[in-house]
């Protein structure tokens, strides 16, 4: 037998090619001559109304194909020239708006696209984009959560105090149980906006071919099937006749969810219009001004509580940045109102957010997508009650979990994917043990005290969260094992560097009985599979990890049914080892999987060697058609999976941080991570997402934000200005334990990984500033970040100044 | 991100180099490339004629002077890359405080290409190694349509991302003076990453017998806008920060308020006058 490949350390088939310099990105791709390039012209202002764009300029200028702005955008169809669509619809979203491909009348946010100009080069485009010239009337721009608030200006003169949506969701009445309560606290947080930073920016590649009469596709995106429908809508086209194909993504971090960008439409209108290959390659700059940011809040929170710190009720009031526009709909506030809950039972919890128009960059989800800022809260909240009672952080915790004799939890509230918030599975007291031991959690003070004699201060943090993971609707997969033996798999969700072609082969290879090697897995081709979802919020694996099982199973019972007639066996007496269909004990009789491929198809022209070898079996019932009414020819399998509602990880996340009494540098001592994601597939793979996780979390809490300022300039759009951490600002090594509570809800026991590791950023790193600050700062309190050693300084002086 | 059209110009001499300065008031001379060509694609510097000093032959040496020239020291081509100067065991030998510095510039792969004349003539106050320049009261020898000339550092810089060459002059080679037998360096900045302009920087240099009579300088990068010394002789170990304050202006930016570099500048002060004496200490030991 061989050995099951899940849960194994498996090597990434991938790194080879990525590490080599092998991979094909959108850019990459249509690299001939003849391809033309695009550059956009941007809005240099925040706010303004657009009286006149002037493109003489361009027109003569040798080397640019065309240049369109909103009013040429009608003749390739009128929907062309509407609004870009609003994905997500909510109920609540009262004022959603969304922006047009080309600016019409109005820009709300400095990038906004304005003009789109198609030259030989991206020189000569950028050298167009600057000859057009553009006559604003200014208008007083809105900036940050409380300008939106205060309303004095307006972002959209048809959104009342700028405010696009107002969710409440109640159980049980929290203000009550607060005013009954024995102790109450309450508490006010900031977070601010960073984004998702991937190496790859946008891009889009067209190519309209008059032959096939079909438009070919390709994009860097986090949905193909999406792309797809949108562009074949706009473009007025029969969805057959559009196929998307999305290469290597270097890099998706939710950003590339969003869709259709302004470019995917554009690209292939000018292919279409100028019937030339059209690329457009985002630059860093475009990408830190007209793709999307996430993580603004600002927190109010009220809460009651009894002398263990048990929660007897929870009010929490947020105000979300979602910025010019909301083409994402509702999606991150929601996440956050309901994710805070984390492992928590609140016994009674009011939850209220707006949403709220700046003229910023839009906000759609950013790997954690609201969770960190839910996180945020509540674990804040946590240790607030912990200080106010004097109790160990960790026991107030323990008190308010869940335990593991009561999942199915449900919290009472409605998700992101509109179906009740119910945790499938998980043991939080379990994963606390190990968490604190991990940590070192109880030896921790002595550590203190000894650093404390040399003159150091030191601080830990604790922060648990909860993580929906595998959102439906629905993936699918198809499985073909052709005549040489191989296996091909499609499945249509999109692959921005998770490893899907290693762990989804692993599936395979298990279910199937043939060599890992033997597998390969497309991603993301609407040619291979044209329903599809998406790669967000941590679904990947469990939604096309689970239909690839399906659809290999059904692989499988064909191959054994076929291989069963031809060996004149039984199909329960069968076993597939390594490709090859044999006789359980009787290892003499057997065919190989390609074999039974051929004898799958009733059309045996003999062009390979296993359609020869084929003439020695037979198969098929003379009495009846070749393919039989309840059969295909081919050996395939082809299944989806739709689960019930998605299923719930969990994590807890430790850190020691020294910081610096003098200069407030902040220096991680030790990250320690305990993580539930169900069975793991892939170990090696899991901890790589926990590490690419925490990394980028060590950059959300201690280096990156947008600075923007009051009139809506992004002053740090370059690597210079936005600190992601280097590999010398990550921890050297990230202690990681695993627990294994499986999923009830799929057929592998698995939940969703990708974004566990960014969640508790911001609230474990303030509870342990906080605690290192303690002793020199006592009561000092961190209720903004990211913060910067500017920034702790700036805090020290304020409160030391304050209690002196 | 691509740059606006400029014509490039690949010079074999300094004088040819010199004659295309001169015959285009907006060219640049492009050695390293680290600040030009970020400038270039961002648009933010847009130069008629690219002026390439790499293949001009001779101008990547270093050279130890004797101290019959200008009291000792080393000369510095205007091609030789930051990792040759730091890789130099002459350099660290004569002026230990270059390679102190130039172990912060930017990455290990800005320095094999970036040259150190280049970042002198930059002029960014944020840069290491005017600083250096300034603290050492070294000078720069620049060539132009009229002959040579050489600038010292107290001329050199003078405004943001300013120097007094003049834009047909090309900058040959910069000279650090050699440390003197009695005297100690020390170099710490603070940046937000590793490799990062810093948020402030320091740089010491102590002359003569611990006490009143010992010459305390100290170089600034990253508080004014241009490199800055300050003079804190005879001043005691505990007011050296406020005394180096009375004397500069930090300034805010999205990284750092004033009050917190001033901060840094009492910190590092106090910190790279300690390591300079302790530096000159164990050139010394006869002294203990």
Redesign the interface.
């Known amino acids: 037998m061989t050995t099951k490949l899940m849960g194994q350390k498996v090597q990434r088939v991938e790194d080879q090619r990525f590490l080599r310099g092998n991979g094909r990105y959108v850019d990459d791709v249509a690299v001939e001559g003849g391809t033309l390039h695009a550059a956009v012209l941007r809005s240099p202002h925040a706010h303004a109304r657009i009286l006149d764009i002037d493109v003489e300029a361009v027109l003569d200028l040798e080397g640019v194909h065309a240049v369109f702005t909103w009013d040429d955008l009608a003749s390739c169809t009128p929907q062309m020239a509407e609004p870009l669509p609003l994905l997500i619809p909510h109920p609540a979203l009262t004022h959603g708006r969304t922006q047009y491909a080309l600016a019409k009348d109005e820009v709300n946010y400095v990038g906004e696209a304005i003009a789109f100009v198609v030259a030989d080069d ?2 000569i485009a ?2 167009a984009v ?1 000859r057009i010239r553009v006559d604003y009337e200014f208008l007083p721009p809105v900036v940050g959560i409380d300008a939106a608030r205060a309303a004095t200006s307006l972002v959209h003169d048809d959104v009342p105090g700028n405010i696009g949506a107002r969710l409440e969701q109640n159980v049980g009445d929290a203000p009550a149980a607060i005013a009954q309560a024995p102790h109450r606290l309450e508490l006010d947080l900031t977070v601010e906006r960073s984004a998702c930073m991937p190496m790859e920016g946008r891009g889009t590649v067209a190519r309209w071919d008059p032959d096939l009469n079909r438009l070919q596709l390709w994009t860097s995106t986090q949905s193909s099937t999406g792309v797809r429908a949108a562009v074949a809508v706009k473009m007025g086209l029969d969805l057959g006749q559009v196929d998307v194909i999305t290469p290597d993504v270097g890099g998706g971090f939710g950003v590339k969810i969003n869709h259709p960008w302004p470019e995917e439409l554009l690209v292939p209108m000018a292919a279409k219009a100028l019937g030339r290959t059209v690329k457009f390659t985002e ?3 475009e990408h830190f001004i007209s793709s999307a940011h996430e993580r603004g809040q600002v927190q109010h929170i009220e809460v009651g509580f009894d002398d263990d710190g048990r929660l007897l009720g929870l009010d929490v009031e947020f105000w979300h940045d979602h910025g010019a526009y909301t083409p994402y709909g509702l999606i991150v506030p929601i996440i956050t109102s309901t994710q805070l809950l984390g492992p928590y039972k609140p016994q009674n919890y009011k939850v209220v957010f707006e949403s709220l128009y700046t003229n910023t960059v839009i906000v759609t989800p950013y790997r954690g997508a609201g969770r960190p800022q839910g996180c945020y809260a509540m674990e804040r909240t946590m240790d607030a009650i912990a200080a106010y009672l004097g109790k160990d952080r960790a026991e107030v915790r323990a008190v308010n979990f869940i335990q593991p004799d009561e999942f199915p939890y449900d919290q009472g509230l409605i998700f992101q994917d509109g179906r009740e918030l119910e945790y499938d599975s998980g043991d939080y007291p379990a994963m606390l043990e190990k968490t604190k031991a991990l940590v070192g959690w109880d030896e921790f003070p002595a550590f203190k005290a000894e650093m404390a004699a040399q003159g150091r201060q030191v601080g830990i943090g604790l922060a648990c969260y909860v993580e929906g993971t595998g959102v439906g609707p629905y993936e699918g997969a198809h499985v073909h094992i052709e005549t040489s033996g191989k296996v091909k798999v499609a499945t249509g969700l999109t692959t921005q560097g998770q490893g899907h072609a290693t762990v989804f082969a692993q599936l395979v290879a298990d279910e199937l009985g043939v060599k890992f090697e033997d597998v390969e897995v497309v991603t993301g081709d609407t040619r291979r599979m044209p329903y599809a979802v998406g790669t967000f919020a941590s679904r990947a694996a469990v939604m096309s990890g689970s239909a690839i099982h399906l659809a290999a199973k059904r692989a499988k019972e064909k191959a054994l049914k076929i291989a069963a007639e031809a060996l004149e066996a039984d199909e329960k007496d069968l076993q597939i080892v390594d490709g090859v269909v044999s006789v359980k004990g009787s290892p003499g009789t057997s065919i190989d999987l390609g074999t039974v491929s051929v004898l799958s198809n009733p059309l045996r022209y003999a062009f390979d060697e296993a359609s020869k070898a084929a003439t020695q079996f037979s198969v098929g019932d003379p009495g009846k058609p070749p393919v039989p009414e309840d059969d295909e020819p081919g050996l395939e399998g082809k299944d989806f999976y739709s689960p019930e509602r998605a299923t719930f990880a969990s994590g807890m996340h430790a850190v020691i941080v020294e910081t610096d009494p ?4 902040i220096t991680i001592l030790k990250y320690a991570v305990v993580h539930d994601c169900g069975h793991l597939i892939n170990p090696m793979i899991v901890e790589g997402q926990i590490h690419g996780g925490v990394a980028q979390g060590v950059g959300g809490a201690l ?1 990156e934000r947008m ?1 923007y300022d009051e009139s809506g300039q992004l ?2 759009a ?1 690597f ?2 936005f ?1 992601m ?2 590999v ?2 990550v921890p050297d090594g990230i202690d990681i334990d695993h627990l294994e509570t499986p999923s009830p809800l799929n057929p592998l026991g698995i939940k969703g990984a990708g974004e566990a590791g960014v969640i508790p950023s911001a609230a474990v790193f303030a509870a342990a500033i906080e605690d290192a600050e303690g002793t020199l700062h006592p009561g000092m309190g961190i209720t903004a970040m990211p913060i ?3 920034e702790l ?2 805090l020290r ?1 304020s409160h030391d100044g304050k209690n002196s | ?5 400029f014509a490039y110009r690949r010079p074999g001499t300094i004088a040819e180099a010199v004659e295309a300065l001169a015959g285009e008031p907006n060219a640049k001379v492009l050695a390293g490339g680290q600040s030009l060509v970020p400038l270039l694609s ?2 933010l510097a847009a130069p008629a004629t690219l002026v390439d000093i790499n293949g001009i032959p001779g101008l990547d040496t270093i050279t130890v002077l004797p101290e019959s020239e200008n009291g000792g020291g080393v000369r510095v081509g205007a091609l030789a890359r930051h990792a040759a100067v730091l890789a130099s065991d002459d350099v660290r030998r004569v002026q230990p405080l270059v390679p102190l510095a130039l172990s912060h510039v930017a990455h290990a792969t800005i320095r094999n290409r970036g040259t150190t004349v280049g970042s002198l003539v930059h002029a960014d106050a944020a840069a290491e190694m005017p600083v250096v320049l300034s603290l050492l009261g070294g000078s720069v020898e620049v060539e132009g349509p009229a002959g040579r000339r050489t600038i010292p550092a107290s001329e050199l810089y003078v405004g943001p991302l300013e120097s007094s060459l003049h834009h047909d002059e090309i900058a040959v080679s910069a000279f650090f003076p050699a440390l003197a037998p009695g005297a100690g360096v020390a170099f710490e900045e ?1 940046a ?6 810093a ?1 402030v920087g320091a740089a010491a240099l102590v002359d003569g017998a611990p006490g009143d009579g010992q010459s305390v300088k100290v170089g600034y990068l990253s508080v004014s806008d241009v490199p800055t010394v300050v003079d804190l002789s005879g001043v005691a170990d505990d007011e050296l920060g406020e005394a180096a304050l009375a004397q500069l202006d930090p300034a805010e930016d ?4 004033a ?2 570099r001033a ?2 500048v009492r ?1 590092l002060t106090a910190r790279v006058v300690r390591s300079a004496r302790v530096f000159r200490q164990a050139q010394r030991p006869e002294e203990l």
């Open positions: 991206r020189y950028e050298d600057g630059d860093r700059r003098e200069t407030a540098e280096y600075a002053l740090n370059s210079m200005d600190l951490p280097y010398t600002e910067s050693p500017s300084y700036a002086q | 991100m691509k740059p606006a059209p961002m648009r603070i937000r990453r590793h490799g990062d302009y948020l999205i990284h750092a308020s009050a917190y901060q840094l910190v």
